[in-house]
Structure formats: C-alpha cells, structure tokens
T-cell receptor
Framework: DGGITQSPKYLFRKEGQNVTLSCEQN?????MYWYRQDPGQGLRLIYY???????QKGDIAEGYSVSREKKESFPLTVTSAQKNPTAFYLC???????????FGQGTRLTVV | RKEVEQDPGPFNVPEGATVAFNCTYS??????FFWYRQDCRKEPKLLMS???SGNEDGRFTAQLNRASQYISLLIRDSKLSDSATYLC??????????????FGKGTRLSVIA
C-alpha cells in the first residue's frame, strides 16, 4: 500500500547525542516536510524539501539537519545543538498542485 | 497577527449537538484550505478540503470566505467519535511552487454522552 512511514515510533536520546529520524514515502511525492509538535501546541515547521537535493529551513530549523538524496527519503537529524528536543516529530509529503499533505505516524523523541 | 488563528477551545458538547469552528488566516495570497483531524498522540489526518463554493461531506460542512479570510467547519449531530482536535490549514502558492502548509494550533472538541 502507498503511504509514508516514520521510524522509530519511540526514541530515547541521551543529552549530547545526535539522533536521526527516518521518513520514507512511496507516494511519488516531490515535496516532503518535517514538523515538530509540543504538548497542547500546533505543528511547527522544521525543514522542507520541494525536490531531490534541495531543502529549505522552516521556522525552527536551529539544531536540526536534513538531507534529500532520494525522492523517497527525507531523514531528520536532531543534533546536540537542539536544546529542547523532547517532542513529537511528524513527517509529511505532498504531491503537485494544491493538494493535501499526508503524514507518517510520527516519532516521539524523549531526552533522558 | 498569527498566520492561522483558531479558538483553542475546548468545546464540550453533548451528543447530537451541532458545533461550529472558525479559523482566520492572515495571508490573502493563500490558495488552498483544509481541515485536519488529530486524535490524541496520533498524526493529523485530512478531514476535508475547503472550496470557495463550500462543501459538505455527510455531517461535516466547510465554508470559505475569501473576502473576510475566514474558514469554518460545521459538525452536525455530533458523535462521541468526533472527539478530537481539529486543525485549520492553509497553503499559499508562490512562483516557485507551493509553500508548506501552515497549521493553526487546533480546536479541541469533546463530545459528551
């Protein structure tokens, strides 16, 4: 079935460690996005990519990095520079035009 | 002014009630509009797109007023299963392609038996 897959579902990180969250889609979508959601808050955009080998910073990119080497994949690295990384991370993809975004099931990251 | 604003609620309504959510957006260049539903600790899922002429899907009706930059969602005959957070979402078209979707913070609905 077509869809967007995030892994892992739960991730624990020690302070000072970098961790990478995986996002894969088989919808043949050009655009992919990473959002962060804190409890009781809306979605905030971290990074997005409109096409392979290109990406742009969103509203809260500091402490994060991404790559887009393949159309299907858009991994997010949470670096040690991100001071408050505990959150729910959501990956999404969109097709061409004014279409809706489809979300993965999310990764819940906790710093221990 | 925030890009997309919603009343955070919570809206606590009895089963069978009609409830309306409102949303305003600041950018007049916004081109596409959606309502998403998010259950607790889950990902958002598309509820319905919003068209200029208004659209209906069963118990759900969405309206768009471009002049007032205002979107609404009406839920009739509320069910317990409608309890969730409803997110208003807009998108602006620019020369280089679509911008990312901008999400409101959501309105929480609790339907009570």
């Amino acid at each position: 079935d077509g869809g967007i897959t995030q892994s892992p579902k739960y991730l624990f990180r020690k302070e000072g460690q970098n961790v990478t969250l995986s996002c894969e889609q088989n919808l043949n979508h050009d655009a992919m996005y990473w959002y962060r959601q804190d409890p009781g808050q809306g979605l905030r955009l971290i990074y997005y990519s409109q096409i392979v080998n290109d990406f742009q910073k969103g509203d809260i990119a500091e402490g994060y990095s991404v790559s887009r080497e393949k159309k299907e994949s858009f991994p997010l690295t949470v670096t040690s520079a991100q001071k408050n990384p505990t959150a729910f991370y959501l990956c999404a993809s969109r097709g061409q035009g004014y279409t809706e975004a489809f979300f993965g099931q999310g990764t819940r990251l906790t710093v221990v | 002014r925030k890009e997309v604003e919603q009343d955070p609620g919570p809206f606590n309504v009895p089963e069978g009630a009609t409830v309306a959510f409102n949303c305003t957006y600041s950018n007049s260049a916004s081109q596409s509009f959606f309502w998403y539903r998010q259950d607790c600790r889950k990902e958002p899922k598309l509820l319905m797109s919003v068209y200029s002429s208004g659209n209906e899907d069963g118990r759900f009706t969405a309206q768009l007023n471009r002049a007032s930059q205002y979107i609404s969602l009406l839920i009739r005959d509320s069910k317990l299963s409608d309890s969730a957070t409803y997110l208003c979402v807009v998108n602006m078209r620019v020369r280089s392609g679509n911008t990312p979707l901008v999400f409101g913070k959501g309105t929480r609905l609790s339907v009570i038996a």
